[in-house]
């Protein structure tokens, strides 16, 4: 049996630190955003074709090992086919039908047997015990709850949309930016999304909020690690500071390629740049949600 931790939820939420952290962890495989795997580190089409380990993916020991597993000589046959069939079936759209595959209602799609072949790679080439999967789609977490041969841990991490939204505000290397109406309807879905995962597996669900991440890390990391089934201690002392090492990350955020020391901390900066308009926008459009998930309608900034 292999075990999952997928981490879902909408972007820009601190997952890619959450879980580079929890892949400092013995037994621990943090394999970034998987999904891209065959769109970026495969087939090169996007502008994130990085391993974590600063190689390209087609070069990473790891991941040339993985991708010999399942493809051989034809990685690029396997990645198309692969993409299709996400497109086809791991979309948010998708969580429903997914959630009644995993519920034995019907067979499960052929996507959900691509993943299980990655994962089964994954832990084959690695050692891993627990592969850590901070993909963000609820459809594949909905589909892993009933996947055969795949013991799933789903992580739905939450972050105040208007910070989420302030953050969609700036381009990164890798992605354009996307306005707050834009930005604030995908927090929403895939939060919606989630939440209907965790209806569905309470035993397999947590949720985590950014802030509260931030605030407390390493009471935080305990709490995720015993969900996961990780044992030892979190790897963030009491003053919030972590070391850490090499990562094999597919895609992400760029923080994933560092290194060394690095400090937890809520970055509530958006407080004070956030345009009036576009924080009167995100709130409107996130206000059935704000008080479920503990968020007030006016943010205040918590220091200078």
Not at 11 to 27: F, H
Request: charged share 25%.
């Amino acid at each position: 049996m292999i075990r999952v931790l997928y981490v879902t939820g909408w972007c820009r939420s601190g997952t890619t630190l959450l879980g580079n952290l929890l892949g400092e962890v013995d037994g621990a495989l943090h394999t970034g955003e998987l999904r891209y795997l065959w769109t970026n580190g495969v087939l090169g089409r996007g502008t994130n074709t990085q391993c974590g380990c600063g190689r390209d993916v087609d070069a990473c020991p790891l991941w040339t090992g993985v991708l010999d597993r399942l493809a051989g000589d034809e990685p690029a046959p396997h990645a198309e086919r692969a993409v299709r069939r996400q497109q086809a079936a791991l979309r948010t759209r998708h969580t429903g039908r997914r959630l009644a595959e995993a519920r034995g209602a019907a067979a499960p799609h052929p996507a959900v047997g691509d993943l299980v072949r990655l994962y089964g790679a994954i832990a084959e080439e690695s050692g891993a015990r627990l592969i850590i999967d901070t993909g963000k789609f609820p459809a594949e977490a909905a589909a892993l709850c009933g996947a055969p041969g795949i013991d799933a841990r789903i992580l739905h991490v939450v972050r105040d949309p208007r910070a989420t939204a302030e953050s969609w505000r700036r381009a990164k290397r890798y992605i354009p930016p996307m306005g707050p109406v834009r930005s604030t309807g995908y927090w929403v879905g895939f939060n919606l999304a989630s939440e209907r995962v965790g209806r569905a597996f309470p035993s397999r669900y947590q949720r985590l909020r950014y802030e509260d991440f931030a605030a407390r890390p390493r009471d935080e990391l305990r709490r995720v690690m015993e969900r996961a089934g990780l044992d030892g201690d979190p790897p963030v002392g009491a003053d919030g500071v972590a070391d850490l090492g090499v990562n094999h990350t597919v895609t992400g955020n760029p923080d994933r390629l560092h290194r060394g020391p690095v400090r937890v901390r809520a970055d509530d900066a958006w407080v004070r740049t956030q345009p009036r308009r576009d924080r009167a926008l995100a709130t409107v459009i996130a206000a059935p949600l704000l008080a479920r998930y503990g968020y007030p309608l006016t943010p205040a900034p918590h220091g200078p």
